[in-house]
């Protein structure tokens, strides 16, 4: 979709009752996008998980290559949601830098955490290398600050990270080699870590769907789940058609769009809307003025701004979050004030696509992962870290059905309190 975008017509695409992709760039540039079939007639299963984005897809691949029967389910396409409209940043970490997580929790479980979501970098590097995920991963992400305080937290924890943690992909990065690198002068400074990178969030979920399926897990789209229900011989999973699963086991990974499926854990969540742009095509010379190094960018505000090339070198432009959605902002628009906010010599840019998504948000901004029964996991809000966090959860909620649980422990240990008026706020979603 092109140019002043009309967000009545995402909305529309959105909410298709044939579950079309939203009109995004990232729609538009798929590789290899299967259509996989309406749930119709009942089946039994070991596990039944739902939700088809990345926590949805990274489970079930991962239980297939242990052996389990696996049934995915998902209401709309293979990442529909978050998993396929993100900024693509696959980023080192939680919301919270490692002090302040130490602080929370003390050094040893602040250490799990920390190893955690190494460990899940690395998993989505296995995940493309193995599946040969065409999925344009570039190395790279780039912390900036816009003010001279953030700025000292950035170069703190990169020191921090470096001496504590023998992180030593990350460094601080002063003003003027920001302005070098981003052809701005926005930002007092930054840090850049290596071992974080970005890619095509789509094609990434694509490829693990066809992972999933070639692993032998049956994927059905177009299949919203209308009711679970424990039963003394299992669980029943309904969805719209009628049809129901039978399974041992049940993985909620719905995320923001659990809407009042389960509302045990749905009310440690609110989902909230980001926006994206992409530009027309730059030159080659125009796009390494932007971003010389290619990396992904992300600054220090509060509705932050977040940025990066994509393989044909236009400009993805992120950010601005709402709690409640607004019917009327023009995407476009709204994001080109932003992007000439950093770049004023972008006046005369395109804008090609524009879309937004939601993303699930916990009151701690750390992950909601745990039981709802011995045999019903869920895993939820990720607060915008998790790319490559839900990919590792996925690994570790298979391991955990498989009888290892110390990883699923040390996540399902963070403590969580429901939104007030959380059903309230989220109704306005749903």
């Given at each position: 979709?092109?140019?002043?975008?009309?967000?009545?017509?995402?909305?529309?695409?959105?909410?298709?009752?044939?579950?079309?992709?939203?009109?995004?760039?990232?729609?538009?540039?798929?590789?290899?996008?299967?259509?996989?079939?309406?749930?119709?007639?009942?089946?039994?299963?070991?596990?039944?998980?739902?939700?088809?984005?990345?926590?949805?897809?990274?489970?079930?691949?991962?239980?297939?290559?242990?052996?389990?029967?696996?049934?995915?389910?998902?209401?709309?396409?293979?990442?529909?949601g978050a998993s396929g409209r993100n900024g693509g940043q696959v980023g080192t970490g939680m919301h919270w830098s490692q002090q302040e997580l130490e602080n929370k929790f003390g050094d040893e479980q602040a250490s799990k955490f920390w190893n955690i979501t190494?460990?899940?970098?690395?998993?989505?590097?296995?995940?493309?290398?193995r599946h040969q995920i065409a999925c344009d991963f570039k190395p790279g992400v780039l912390a900036t600050a816009v003010t001279r305080k953030a700025a000292a937290a950035l170069e703190k924890n990169a020191i921090y990270l470096q001496e504590h943690y023998n992180h030593a992909a990350i460094r601080y990065v002063r003003s003027d080699e920001v302005s070098d690198m981003l052809g701005t002068s926005s930002?007092?400074?930054?840090?850049?870590?290596?071992?974080?990178?970005?890619?095509?969030?789509?094609?990434?979920?694509?490829?693990?769907?066809?992972?999933?399926?070639?692993?032998?897990?049956?994927?059905?789209?177009?299949?919203?789940?209308?009711?679970?229900?424990?039963?003394?011989?299992?669980?029943?999973?309904?969805?719209?058609?009628?049809?129901?699963?039978?399974?041992?086991?049940?993985?909620?990974?719905?995320?923001?769009?659990?809407d009042r499926l389960r509302a045990k854990f749905s009310r440690y969540i609110i989902p909230i809307e980001s926006m994206i742009v992409a530009t027309e095509p730059l030159s080659a010379k125009r796009a390494?003025?932007?971003?010389?190094?290619?990396?992904?960018?992300?600054?220090?505000?509060?509705?932050?701004?977040?940025?990066?090339?994509?393989?044909?070198?236009?400009?993805?432009?992120g950010g601005g979050e709402a709690y409640i959605p607004n019917l009327n902002v023009d995407v476009a628009r709204t994001m080109k004030r932003r992007i000439i906010a950093v770049y004023p010599q972008l006046t005369d840019i395109r804008i090609d696509y524009a879309w937004r998504g939601k993303i699930a948000i916990t009151t701690s901004r750390l992950p909601s992962i745990g039981r709802l029964y011995p045999d019903v996991y869920y895993a939820q809000g990720f607060s915008g870290h998790g790319v490559a966090l839900t990919n590792m959860v996925g690994k570790i909620l298979a391991e955990t059905i498989a009888g290892t649980a110390e990883q699923f422990d040390v996540l399902a240990s963070i403590p969580h309190r429901p939104f007030p008026g959380g059903r309230v706020i989220a109704g306005q979603f749903m």
């Amino acid at each position: 979709m092109r140019t002043r975008i009309s967000l009545v017509l995402v909305i529309q695409s959105d909410s298709s009752p044939e579950s079309h992709h939203t009109n995004s760039y990232y729609a538009a540039t798929t590789i290899g996008l299967r259509s996989y079939p309406k749930f119709k007639e009942s089946e039994r299963c070991d596990v039944c998980v739902i939700g088809g984005g990345f926590t949805g897809l990274s489970t079930a691949l991962n239980l297939a290559e242990l052996g389990y029967d696996t049934v995915l389910l998902e209401a709309q396409r293979v990442g529909w949601g978050a998993s396929g409209r993100n900024g693509g940043q696959v980023g080192t970490g939680m919301h919270w830098s490692q002090q302040e997580l130490e602080n929370k929790f003390g050094d040893e479980q602040a250490s799990k955490f920390w190893n955690i979501t190494e460990l899940a970098k690395s998993e989505v590097a296995k995940r493309i290398s193995r599946h040969q995920i065409a999925c344009d991963f570039k190395p790279g992400v780039l912390a900036t600050a816009v003010t001279r305080k953030a700025a000292a937290a950035l170069e703190k924890n990169a020191i921090y990270l470096q001496e504590h943690y023998n992180h030593a992909a990350i460094r601080y990065v002063r003003s003027d080699e920001v302005s070098d690198m981003l052809g701005t002068s926005s930002y007092f400074g930054g840090s850049l870590d290596t071992s974080s990178g970005h890619f095509h969030p789509l094609n990434f979920a694509i490829g693990l769907a066809r992972a999933a399926t070639d692993a032998g897990v049956r994927i059905y789209e177009t299949s919203p789940v209308r009711t679970y229900h424990k039963k003394s011989d299992g669980n029943s999973v309904e969805t719209n058609s009628g049809a129901e699963v039978r399974a041992r086991y049940v993985v909620f990974a719905c995320n923001a769009y659990i809407d009042r499926l389960r509302a045990k854990f749905s009310r440690y969540i609110i989902p909230i809307e980001s926006m994206i742009v992409a530009t027309e095509p730059l030159s080659a010379k125009r796009a390494s003025e932007l971003i010389r190094d290619d990396v992904a960018v992300y600054d220090s505000k509060f509705c932050l701004d977040y940025y990066r090339l994509s393989a044909d070198k236009r400009l993805l432009f992120g950010g601005g979050e709402a709690y409640i959605p607004n019917l009327n902002v023009d995407v476009a628009r709204t994001m080109k004030r932003r992007i000439i906010a950093v770049y004023p010599q972008l006046t005369d840019i395109r804008i090609d696509y524009a879309w937004r998504g939601k993303i699930a948000i916990t009151t701690s901004r750390l992950p909601s992962i745990g039981r709802l029964y011995p045999d019903v996991y869920y895993a939820q809000g990720f607060s915008g870290h998790g790319v490559a966090l839900t990919n590792m959860v996925g690994k570790i909620l298979a391991e955990t059905i498989a009888g290892t649980a110390e990883q699923f422990d040390v996540l399902a240990s963070i403590p969580h309190r429901p939104f007030p008026g959380g059903r309230v706020i989220a109704g306005q979603f749903m």
